[in-house]
């Protein structure tokens, strides 16, 4: 089974604290990905990473820079932390180039004060 | 652009009813895949099942079943004799074509299926 593993399941943070969201997945998969999920948008993607150290932006990467020093672990850095970064923030990955399935992890819903 | 579409927000059924989940895509590509993922209270989005474009044939999973049309971009989802566990918010996704990287997916903004007793 796919097992993909989020840091947290609930932090609250300041606003203007660094926040580190880690995901870790132990499926040797290739392709990993952060989305928020707000309520009425669905998911939306914030970066995804295809390799080490490879990374690109998705649809709303403003606010948000990511690490992937390892294949396996995949980090969200907010480095401001602001009150609309309040969400619900999920990890995916997928196994190689092309159209695989993602799998996600449980989530970690995100509150900045 | 591609775009989803679930313009169900919520829908409420008596268990034992059957219940069918709409989902509406455009997209330029002509090769694709489309999904559903099933989000519980938990909160963890699991999936139920990948199509691509080029198989029409309707699937069967127990009492789930698929019903994907390419003349009118649609992929529903049907539950039968719907029970209290399959309440959840269900997402219906659209892989673009592969640009040499990761396949992004382009979610609709879900339903939320509440089975009552």
């Known amino acids: 089974d796919v097992k993909v593993t989020q840091s947290s399941r609930y932090l609250v943070k300041r606003t203007g604290e660094k926040v580190f969201l880690e995901c870790v997945q132990d499926?040797?998969?290739?392709?990993m990905f952060w989305y928020r999920q707000d309520p009425g948008l669905g998911l939306r993607l914030i970066y995804f990473?295809?390799?080490?150290?490879?990374?690109e932006k998705g649809d709303i990467p403003e606010g948000y820079s990511v690490s992937r020093e390892k294949k396996e672990r995949f980090s969200l850095i907010l480095e401001s932390a602001s009150t609309n970064q309040t969400s619900m923030y999920l990890c995916?990955?997928?196994?190689?180039?092309?159209?695989?399935?993602?799998?996600f992890g449980p989530g970690t819903r995100l509150l900045v004060l | 652009a591609q775009k989803v579409t679930q313009a169900q927000t919520e829908i409420s059924v008596v268990e034992k009813e059957d219940v069918t989940l709409d989902c509406v895509y455009e997209?330029?590509?002509?090769?694709?895949?489309l999904f559903w993922y099933k989000q519980p209270p938990s909160g963890e989005l699991v999936f139920l099942i990948r199509?691509?474009?080029?198989?029409?044939q309707n699937e069967i999973s127990g009492r789930y079943s698929w019903n994907f049309q390419k003349s009118t971009s649609s992929f529903n989802f049907t539950i039968t004799a719907s029970q209290v566990v399959d309440s959840a918010v269900y997402f219906c996704?659209?892989?673009?074509?592969?640009?040499?990287?990761?396949?992004?997916?382009?979610f609709g903004t879900g339903t939320r299926l509440q089975v009552t007793l």
């Open positions: 995916a990955s997928s196994l190689r180039q092309g159209q695989e399935t993602q799998y």
């Open positions: 499926m040797d998969h290739e392709n």
């Open positions: 990473s295809y390799d080490v150290k490879m990374k």
């Open positions: 997209t330029r590509d002509t090769t694709y895949y």
């Open positions: 199509r691509n474009s080029f198989d029409e």
């Open positions: 996704a659209l892989s673009e074509a592969s640009t040499g990287t990761a396949s992004k997916l382009t």
